[in-house]
């Protein structure tokens, strides 16, 4: 391929990919470091992403020579370097290049450390699918880049993209200690759009997390492409990054994710997992289980007060996120591991969350919330300061009775 042929590839990325809605990543991140990856699960919207920061570099020019954009996985990029593109990008006086799934290609790592030392005017992005390529990435990338991670849509930027509305995010602080007057804005602004809460919450707990909810309208294509991508997570990113992995390791794992969406919020029984799977190794099964996490399928959640989580066995495990249950359970689903698991996704990206003695969560080391449905009370928690029901089915809040669906104003 020439460099003609990678421009006119780029323009046409550029040009095919490009999206008007703008999320909070692209408004709050600046990428100041001249090496930025941006890492995010599949379908989560780096690609999206990577193409409005180099369109903001280039003031929306798609014909810029400023701006290049390369799909690493590309089959056209085949026997070419990325530090060959790199070299003669920068030759040409281009200053911004985006390797978008960075993880496919060999020795990647090697070859960022390499560009980024020689070519000091070149602003370099790269996404990858997972964490799982940068921990295990050697060449010292840790001391150049400024690592970023991605999360799927929030329920405020669902509403947004759904709505066509625009709306507020907040603090954690403004929601306790203001949740009934944002709500009554809020609302204000649904009721213009002919609009229910609690429907729109209720829908983007099965099919808003992913960007792709505004593409696929069918529920059951949006499950059907998330699993999809979960399984593609497993067997082409993992094996990608992990080469060793055999196909009845990869069998393994899938059993233990679909062991895990059975059982949320799953607390770990070692034994009794290694014989559910026939894992004999125990040290086997712990790798497994960061994999997933790693990979941004899971969440783990550790016990409150322990200052060595590292080395501490998670308390709790859950999925990802909501949308992940619908397309995984096989049978009815667990509405309170669903709500745990909403509450927990739009708070686990900015703040520390733990399992206390008392509630479900201590967030930050400062506030206990117990998480219901409209008729729980603070019997569980009465006894505890800074403590707050997390509701779900109720629209407005009062006093430390919060409406579950305000935590997914946050981002």
């Not at 007060?305 to 667990?334: D, H, S, W």
Request: hydrophobic share 40%; with cysteine; aromatic share 12%.
């Amino acid at each position: 391929m020439t460099l003609n042929d990678m421009y006119l590839l780029s323009r046409h990325f550029l040009d095919t990919k490009a999206k008007p809605y703008k999320r909070y990543f692209i408004k709050t991140t600046d990428f100041k470091n001249r090496l930025s990856i941006l890492l995010g699960q599949r379908g989560i919207g780096k690609t999206t992403t990577l193409i409005q920061y180099l369109l903001d570099q280039a003031h929306n020019d798609k014909l810029s020579p400023k701006i290049l954009y390369i799909q690493a996985d590309h089959f056209l990029m085949r026997g070419i370097s990325l530090y060959e593109i790199a070299e003669q990008h920068d030759n040409l006086g281009g200053k911004f290049i985006a390797f978008d799934e960075i993880h496919k290609y060999n020795n990647w790592s090697k070859e960022l450390k390499s560009i980024y030392d020689t070519f000091p005017d070149l602003k370099i992005l790269a996404s990858g699918s997972s964490a799982l390529e940068i921990y295990k990435a050697s060449h010292d990338l840790s001391r150049r880049a400024a690592i970023y991670s991605m999360q799927g849509l929030s329920f405020r930027e669902y509403l947004e993209l759904n709505l066509n509305i625009t709306l507020n995010s907040y603090t954690l602080k403004e929601i306790i200690n203001k949740h009934e007057k944002l709500v009554s804005g809020i609302l204000e602004q649904l009721k213009r759009k002919n609009s229910k809460i609690l429907a729109e919450f209720y829908r983007y707990l099965e099919v808003g997390y992913y960007p792709y909810f505004h593409e696929l309208q069918d529920r059951y294509i949006y499950f059907m492409t998330l699993e999809q991508n979960l399984h593609a997570t497993i067997e082409s990113d993992l094996v990608a990054v992990y080469p060793s992995l055999t196909g009845n390791s990869i069998k393994k794992i899938k059993q233990l994710l679909t062991f895990i969406s059975g059982s949320v919020p799953f607390s770990i029984n070692w034994l009794k997992l290694k014989n559910v799977l026939d894992i004999g190794d125990e040290r086997t099964l712990k790798t497994y289980f960061k994999y997933l996490e790693d990979a941004g399928v899971i969440r783990t959640v550790m016990k409150s007060g322990n200052k060595l989580r590292k080395l501490e066995i998670p308390e709790k495990i859950y999925l990802n996120n909501p949308n992940q249950y619908y397309a995984l359970a096989t049978r009815i689903q667990n509405q309170g591991a669903i709500r745990e698991t909403f509450f927990l996704s739009m708070l686990s990206h900015a703040h520390d969350v733990t399992i206390p003695a008392s509630g479900d969560f201590l967030v930050d080391g400062d506030y206990i919330f117990e998480i219901g449905g409209k008729k729980k009370d603070f019997n569980q928690i009465k006894n505890e300061k800074n403590a707050y029901l997390a509701c779900d089915g109720i629209e407005i809040g009062i006093a430390k009775k919060i409406p579950l669906w305000l935590f997914g104003f946050l981002y």
